[in-house]
């Protein structure tokens, strides 16, 4: 399996923003599909944002506007830029690709 390592969660107030990163043991060219999901306290995973090879992305409605993903190639890394947050996008942050398992996670804390 692909190993994922996520990182940049903190503690931000409401309308504040963080980068989160998504470090891959290999290219994430050859992923095809990457994406971003959270779980909130007791609260199931959903999908905040995916991105393909040919640069489609989607994302959550609650997000649209707010959250870009993009990628480093050299780097093998993937980001999600969040803009604007608010309470209600506090959980914690995974990435995941088809090749890889639910990692860690990281923590992304939004005050009011």
């Known amino acids: 399996q692909v190993q994922l390592v996520e990182s940049g969660g903190g503690l931000v107030q409401t309308g504040g923003s963080l980068r989160l990163s998504c470090a891959a043991s290999?290219?994430?060219?050859?992923?095809?599909?990457m994406g971003w999901y959270r779980q909130a306290p007791g609260k199931q995973r959903e999908m905040v944002a995916t991105l393909t090879n040919d640069d489609t992305t989607d994302y959550a409605d609650s997000v649209k506007g707010r959250f870009t993903i993009s990628r480093d190639n050299a780097k093998n890394t993937v980001y999600l830029q969040m803009n604007s947050l608010k309470p209600e996008d506090t959980g914690v942050y995974y990435c995941?690709?088809?090749?890889?398992?639910w990692g860690q996670g990281t923590q992304v804390t939004v005050s009011s």
């Open positions: 290999g290219s994430i060219f050859i992923f095809k599909l």
């Open positions: 995941k690709c088809p090749f890889s398992n």
